[in-house]
């Protein structure tokens, strides 16, 4: 009997990403590359930026095709309308590219924002399938930015409504996403799948890191991540304050590793507190430099705010603590707490005096850190690394595929 499988056409990707470039998101570039291992042939559409300015190249089997960045919006429904209108002229103008040199079956739209599924109803009528992978909840995180809600709010609920329902399967990234789905995108459950977001265990180890980052300090709080409004730095300036200035806890020191819109501000907030010689600002690093600078903390900080987005959001950072082996502190969140469990202690919402507490509990107790880091990688080993979502990934595009047929 001859082997049919042999005669199968390709499975053939087009993943669309509006905000950050690719291989640099981290999450896009562990499907895509999981995708390329299980054969199927990928191809990413991305903006350019942070030293990724190539138009077009191929890494590790996936074809990327870049635009150049588009203004990230700061304020007001003018500022968005120009950032989507940059970035859908660039999906359509590429993926047009993409559908002549290489073609492909599914759209696999990467939000924010929600109108990845104008691309996604035009190539339908070619017979392709939206794949919709959820990483913002972007009502939300309008809410979370601007501290309120309005037309635009209104308007991103209809989005999201329209890309539920253009979408063949979703992905979510924990259960409250898979909840949202369900809910208010109607999606029938056996077509929503959890892929959690989470580091590569083989490349994340823990190590001794580069020691000139510690500035001598006895303890060293480590923060990673974006810094923009709603990731509450203003929460964790207020937090250092109080350890160093109320407490006494001088013998310390921050670093803060990521780049974004506010981190000039924070830098100037940070001095405005006289808090200068206490932190250290990064600035963007990627592979062993990051780990070298994480390596050296000796506690992670996540001071998240707690507020509709955050609550049901997962954070990379305390999974990039965990998988560190750093016991962390963070608010106390739906999320948050489900990905930690025992490896971080969680202060009252958004009580910068609360979350200096448990530093400092963190600081008076190094064995309890110690133990506490041991049980976050454990976890992250046994239960929450990349490996375990690989199956759900892969499972969400045989349903796909099995619908198309």
């Not at 000139?212 to 974006?226: D, E, I, S």
Request: with cysteine; glycine share 8%.
């Amino acid at each position: 009997m001859s082997d049919t499988s042999t005669f199968l056409p390709p499975r053939r990707i087009l993943m669309v990403v509006e905000n950050l470039p690719v291989p640099l998101d981290r999450r896009v570039w562990l499907e895509a590359t999981a995708l390329i291992a299980a054969g199927y042939e990928v191809s990413v559409i991305c903006p350019m930026g942070r030293g990724w300015d190539a138009a077009y190249e191929v890494i590790d089997g996936v074809h990327i095709y870049r635009h150049p960045e588009p203004p990230e919006a700061h304020a007001g429904a003018v500022a968005y309308a120009k950032e989507y209108w940059h970035a859908i002229r660039a999906w359509f103008r590429l993926a047009a590219v993409v559908w002549k040199e290489r073609g492909f079956d599914v759209i696999h739209g990467c939000n924010p924002p929600d109108l990845i599924f104008l691309l996604a109803w035009w190539y339908r009528r070619k017979g392709v399938s939206y794949l919709f992978d959820h990483h913002d909840v972007c009502p939300e995180l309008f809410e979370a930015k601007f501290g309120k809600r309005g037309l635009l709010y209104a308007v991103m609920r209809i989005w999201e409504r329209l890309t539920f329902r253009t979408a063949t399967v979703s992905l979510a990234t924990n259960e409250s996403f898979k909840k949202i789905a369900i809910k208010r995108g109607k999606m029938a459950p056996d077509d929503v799948f959890i892929v959690r977001s989470a580091p590569m265990v083989d490349t994340f180890v823990p190590g001794p890191g580069d020691v000139t980052y510690r500035k001598g300090a006895r303890t060293v709080l480590g923060y990673v991540g974006v810094i923009g409004q709603q990731e509450g730095m203003d929460l964790l300036i207020a937090a250092v304050d109080h350890l160093i200035n109320v407490s006494g806890k001088t013998d310390l020191h921050v670093i803060v590793v990521g780049f974004g819109p506010h981190l000039d501000e924070v830098i100037s907030d940070v001095k405005s507190c006289g808090l200068e010689t206490y932190f250290t600002f990064t600035g963007a690093l990627y592979g062993d430099d990051m780990l070298a600078a994480l390596n050296v903390i000796d506690i992670g900080v996540a001071p998240d705010p707690k507020n509709a987005m955050n609550d049901i959001s997962t954070m990379n950072k305390v999974m990039e603590y965990m998988t560190l082996e750093k016991p962390s502190v963070q608010f106390d969140l739906t999320e948050g707490r489900f990905s930690a469990k025992d490896a971080s202690l969680y202060a009252r919402a958004n009580d910068p005096v609360d979350f200096a507490a448990h530093i400092e509990a963190l600081i008076d107790d190094p064995e309890r850190g110690t133990a506490m880091g041991k049980a976050g990688r454990a976890r992250v080993l046994n239960e929450l690394s990349w490996a375990h979502s690989v199956p759900h990934l892969l499972a969400a595009y045989e349903r796909l595929y099995s619908k198309r047929m």
